[in-house]
């Protein structure tokens, strides 16, 4: 696809809404996950090297796709080792080991609000990396819109006190391995090919995950065909949402991209009532999204310049 497909506005719409589904359709999809693999509370050893098998068929299954669009197998040039390799320890595999040993120490609401702070990162690091991609008011106005929806649509459930560096602190480390893996990403693709990038980068960062994994001790007990679907899906949503926005953020300011980011866990909350019967058909949720939704309009309306409204 040319990058005029990847600038048009409603195209740059739906893809974002495709890839925020995906994400947050994971977390339900992680919780089955656990369910079937019989994994528990707290054994971060399990849900690492779970994370770990399914980036690493993720990028098995980017690469698959490459070499089939473009009939030969993506072999990444000497160059882009290096850079390949760090997006991938600093997306993939920091973020996540960060991301599953916070849930262990605090709620998955609170988690799942400081998570979200990884948008208010991108476009701070967006600001002192691109020219023309500078912090504005829009932009300011439009993270705190969307902060708000997160926050809204986590109401009903419990937040917790106090502060834990293992905790809070993790999740926030977490939330900035998003931020600057997603600005790498937007750096790396400018020479790059991003589906290749996204495919070597999800599987090297799986290998290292699932290393870690097996080394705190991590096991996973195979109960039938579920373990082999629920991997599948998993694996499928993480090659597609990371290629898509990977795609977006080559083509676009990453500042403006990053407002979508908030409805991930938006849908996390919607698709969680879809496939785990919780409450989600609620005047909070209904709310949550118009604010993610204005948010997301605040920050990309009306400038000529604007890259989403320019004429092709």
């Known amino acids: 696809m040319s990058s005029k497909f990847f600038k048009k506005p409603l195209n740059i719409f739906i ?21 079937i693999f019989n994994i528990e509370s707290g054994q971060a050893e399990c849900q690492i090297l779970f994370a770990g098998i399914r980036f690493f068929f993720a990028g098995i299954l980017v690469i698959l796709f490459d070499t089939v669009s473009k009939k030969r197998i993506p072999v990444p040039k000497r160059s882009e080792l290096l850079p390949i390799g760090v997006l991938g320890l600093v997306q993939t595999t920091v973020e996540y080991v960060f991301f599953y040993l916070s849930l262990n120490n605090l709620t998955g609401v609170k988690g799942s609000i400081i998570n979200s702070l ?16 500078r912090l504005n008011l829009n932009k300011i106005i439009g993270c705190i819109f969307g902060f708000c929806g997160v926050v809204l649509c986590n109401l009903n459930g419990e937040i917790g006190y106090g502060f834990k560096f293992s905790g ?15 600005i790498m ?3 790396i693709s400018k020479k790059s090919d991003p589906v290749m990038i996204t495919g070597y980068q ?7 995950l699932s290393i870690i994994g097996i080394i705190m001790g991590g096991r996973l007990s195979y109960t039938g065909l579920g373990c082999i679907l629920i991997m599948a899906y998993l694996s499928m949503l993480s090659s597609v949402a990371f290629t898509l926005w990977t795609q977006l953020l ?3 300011p990453a500042g403006k991209i990053a407002l979508f980011g908030f409805l991930n866990p938006v849908f996390g909350v919607i698709t969680s009532g879809i496939f785990l019967g919780e409450n989600f058909l609620n ?16 920050v990309n309306k009306t400038k000529k310049d604007n890259i989403y ?4």
């Open 15 to 35: 893809i974002a809404l495709i890839v925020m589904f995906l994400w947050g359709s994971a977390f339900p999809a992680i919780k089955i996950g656990y369910e």
């Open 185 to 187: 990403s937007k750096i």
């Open 283 to 298: 005047i909070e949720t209904v709310i949550a999204l118009a604010l993610v939704s204005a948010g997301i309009y605040i």
């Open 168 to 182: 809070e602190g993790f999740i926030t480390i977490a939330a900035f391995c998003f931020a600057l893996g997603s």
């Open 202 to 208: 999800l599987g090297f960062g799986g290998i290292i």
């Open 250 to 252: 080559k083509y676009n």
């Open 309 to 312: 409204f320019e004429k092709e």
């Open 118 to 133: 990884g948008n208010f990162f991108v476009v701070i690091l967006a600001n002192f990396c691109f020219a023309d991609d």
